[in-house]
């Protein structure tokens, strides 16, 4: 163990040095990890990437992102497994915001019978609903959906209003 993963996880260097990685690993991994463990010391993968949860020195829960290999001899025999840690537990928690949010405006857009779409300074379409997507559709006999460009799709008429319109909003 080092500072870096002594501070990520709240044990002194001296504490870690005693303790095995059942002391910190959420229960539910536990038996994964030492099953992956005894496949990277055999030698039958060359190194695991997973995340997992780990608890800190006070007990809350956290996201991990680990990358586990195994350090060898000159002979190839198995000496020590090099483990590096990353805190994802931040990240993980504004992915999930982010889904939410994304699944509320969809649910907000989908919900209304009027046609809604919005598109960015380059007429890329960021959000729609089935509404905008229907009219187009029947318009054009294209499906849209989201990071196309408006300005591509629509026909010459509706493009020139609609390019003078976005122009002037």
């Not at 040095?17 to 229960?27: E, L, P, R």
């Not at 931040?90 to 907000?108: M, P």
Request: hydrophobic share 35%; glycine share 2%; proline share 4%.
């Amino acid at each position: 163990a080092n500072a870096n993963f002594s501070q990520m996880i709240g044990y002194t260097e001296e504490e870690l040095k005693q303790m095995s990685f059942h002391d910190i690993i959420y229960n539910e991994s536990a038996e994964h990890e030492r099953k992956n463990l005894a496949m990277l010391f055999k030698g039958d993968i060359p190194f695991s990437k997973r995340e997992q949860r780990y608890f800190s020195k006070h007990r809350q829960v956290m996201l991990v992102s680990s990358t586990t290999s195994v350090v060898r001899d000159m002979d190839g025999a198995p000496l020590y497994a090099v483990v590096l840690a990353e805190n994802i537990t931040q990240r993980k928690r504004i992915e999930k915001s982010l889904y939410d949010s994304r699944n509320n405006l969809t649910a907000l857009l989908e919900s209304s019978p009027d046609p809604i779409i919005s598109v960015d300074r380059r007429h890329c379409i960021m959000a729609l609903n089935s509404s905008i997507s229907d009219k187009i559709f029947a318009l054009t006999s294209i499906s849209i959906e989201m990071g196309y460009s408006l300005k591509n799709i629509l026909p010459d008429p509706f493009r020139e209003r609609w390019i003078d319109t976005h122009t002037k909003a």
